[in-house]
């Protein structure tokens, strides 16, 4: 079946630490997506990318970096610089035109 | 960017009965619509999109209406079922950037056996 793939389920951060978040897909889509749920808020972006080697900062980039090296994959990192990062973490594909397929996302806690 | 307002407050109705949930924005309008649906702890699944050129769309037990003068769209849930409780969340395309969409905060909504 194809769909988005997000791991780890649960990821815990120590301070000053960075993490990265997974995503694959196999849907062949072009547009990649993170989104940060916080409760009760909507989902945010973060980061998109329109093709491989490309993407573009969101709404709230700071303190996270992406790379899309390949179609299928488009990590996150949470570096130390994002000071709340706490949050549900939500990664998304599309085609042109199209609606956005989300994976069941990553829960990063901090220690 | 585009605002979106949605009822922040749960909307608890009973089972059978329909549910309906808005979705109002400002600013430019769009030129489509979508609605999702959201379980505790999951991703958002995408139900339906509508046209700025139509005025309503189905899909099972699903309506979705699309007032551009009003800048509102309903999500309607005919029949409803305990198995419907979810967050629904609508979106909007930004004015520009490829295929971004700006989300609601969501409608949680409770079907009461």
């Known amino acids: 079946d194809g769909g988005i793939t997000q791991s780890p389920k649960y990821l815990f951060r120590k301070e000053g630490q960075n993490v990265t978040l997974s995503c694959e897909q196999n849907?062949?889509?072009?547009?990649m997506y993170w989104y940060r749920q916080d409760p009760g808020q909507g989902l945010r972006l973060i980061y998109y990318s329109q093709i491989v080697n490309d993407f573009q900062k969101g709404d709230i980039a700071e303190g996270y970096s992406v790379s899309r090296e390949k179609k299928e994959s488009f990590p996150l990192t949470v570096t130390s610089a994002q000071k709340n990062p706490t949050a549900f973490y939500l990664c998304?594909?599309?085609?042109?035109?199209?609606?956005?397929?989300f994976g069941d996302g990553t829960r990063l806690s901090i220690l | 960017s585009q605002k979106i307002e949605q009822n922040s407050e749960a909307l608890n109705i009973q089972e059978g009965k329909t549910a309906t949930l808005t979705c109002n924005y400002t600013n430019y309008s769009p030129a489509y619509l979508q609605w999702y649906r959201q379980d505790p702890g999951r991703g958002p699944v995408f139900l339906l999109l509508i046209r700025e050129n139509e005025k309503e769309k189905r899909k099972e037990r699903l309506k979705v209406t699309f007032d551009t003068t009003l800048k509102q769209s309903l999500f309607h849930i005919t029949a409803s079922q305990p198995a419907d409780s979810a967050t629904y969340l609508c979106a909007l395309p930004n004015s520009g950037g490829y295929q971004k969409v700006t989300f609601g905060t969501g409608t949680k909504l409770q079907v009461i056996p």
């Open positions: 849907l062949n889509h072009d547009a």
């Open positions: 998304a594909s599309s085609s042109a035109p199209g609606p956005q397929h």
